[in-house]
């Protein structure tokens, strides 16, 4: 196995190419969190527009048919 060495000007670019993928993921997960933070919000006033609809919702006795006589 060969030993690589690096220079620091190596190493501190390393470092700085980690610390951006650090950020990029860190406004990822701030993006994912407020569309998660949007998804709860629509669910929600989804969930109150059914209970709404269900509670409105009358069911009416339907006709039956004279021909089962």
Not at 41 to 67: C, G, M, Q, W
Request: glycine share 2%.
């Amino acid at each position: 196995m060969s030993t690589r060495t690096y220079t620091k000007a190596d190493l501190e670019e390393l470092v700085y190419c980690q610390l951006e993928n650090l950020n990029a993921m860190h406004d990822l997960i701030g993006i994912m969190k407020y569309q998660n933070e949007l998804l709860e919000n629509a669910n929600k006033k989804l969930k109150e527009e059914i209970t709404d609809f269900k509670e409105r919702h009358v069911k009416y006795p339907t006709r039956r048919n004279r021909s089962s006589k």
